[in-house]
Nanobody, 129 residues
């Protein structure tokens, strides 16, 4: 079992930046693939970004590619989401997710929320126009 706690959300103007953090506890962090998903009001939860346990493979939704960067610090048991050039449509609750790594290479396993076992409580990001 792993516990995930997100932080770093808030209110920012369009064009601004935020960095989300997700701290993991309970098990060895190194062996976990990590991801960020988000859910806007009235919409389904959607994939944002993911990173393999080694940090060697990263995946991004087309809507955030070039603006968001996912990274991890295994020594600190933390995964980050640096969000730049934020837009009002980025407004959502952002969730951190984790699963025991199985060495997946296909993006299917990183972009599908059903493939992740552990979830944080979410952090609100609001981008004003």
């Amino acid at each position: 079992q792993v516990q995930l706690v997100e932080s770093g959300g808030g209110l920012v103007q369009a064009g601004g930046s935020l960095r989300l953090s997700c701290a993991a506890s309970g098990r060895t962090f190194v062996g976990y693939d990590m991801a960020w998903f988000r859910q806007a009001p009235g919409k389904e939860r959607e994939f944002v970004a993911a990173i393999a346990w080694s940090g060697g493979n990263t995946f991004y939704a087309d809507s955030v590619k070039g603006r968001f960067t996912i990274s991890r610090d295994n020594a600190k048991n933390t995964v980050y989401l640096q969000m730049n050039s934020l837009k009002p449509e980025d407004t959502a609750v952002y969730y951190c997710a984790a699963r025991t790594s199985r060495g997946y290479i296909s993006s299917y396993y990183y972009t599908n929320e059903d493939k992740f076992d552990y979830w944080g409580q979410g952090t609100q990001v609001t981008v004003s126009s």
